[in-house]
Nanobody, 119 residues
Framework: QVQLVESGGGLVQAGDSLRLSCAAS????????MGWFRQAPGKEREFVAS????????NYADSVKGRFTISRDNAKNTVYLQMNSLKSEDTAVYYC????????????WGQGTHVTVAS
């Protein structure tokens, strides 16, 4: 059974930093492309960042480029999202996701972790 478990969310002030973690189990983590998404209240879920198997390629939404960094540790089956210079508009539930292929739908999703940025 595949599980993705996010952690690290919380309440912070604008300008602060947070690091989210997503621990994966039940899959061969090193063979999966990983992504972070977020859903703000009343809005649709949106892409935040993605990373390839060996972390050679990362992609970011324009809204977080230069502030967020995605990384992974295949030995720990974990993907991270370092979030710096947080803004109130970053407030959302953050989800990690995994897919076997470089494009297309994600196969597995976590339950999400809440991030609230107070201005």
């Amino acid at each position: 059974q595949v599980q993705l478990v996010e952690s690290g969310g919380g309440l912070v002030q604008a300008g602060d930093s947070l690091r989210l973690s997503c621990a994966a189990s039940g899959l061969t983590f090193s063979m999966y492309y990983m992504g972070w998404f977020r859903q703000a209240p009343g809005k649709e879920r949106e892409f935040v960042a993605s990373i390839t198997w060996r972390a050679r390629v990362t992609n970011y939404a324009d809204s977080v480029k230069g502030r967020f960094t995605i990384s992974r540790d295949n030995a720990k089956n974990t993907v991270y999202l370092q979030m710096n210079s947080l803004k109130s508009e970053d407030t959302a539930v953050y989800y990690c996701a995994a897919r076997k292929t470089p494009t297309g739908e994600y196969d597995y999703w976590g339950q999400g972790t809440h991030v609230t940025v107070a201005s």
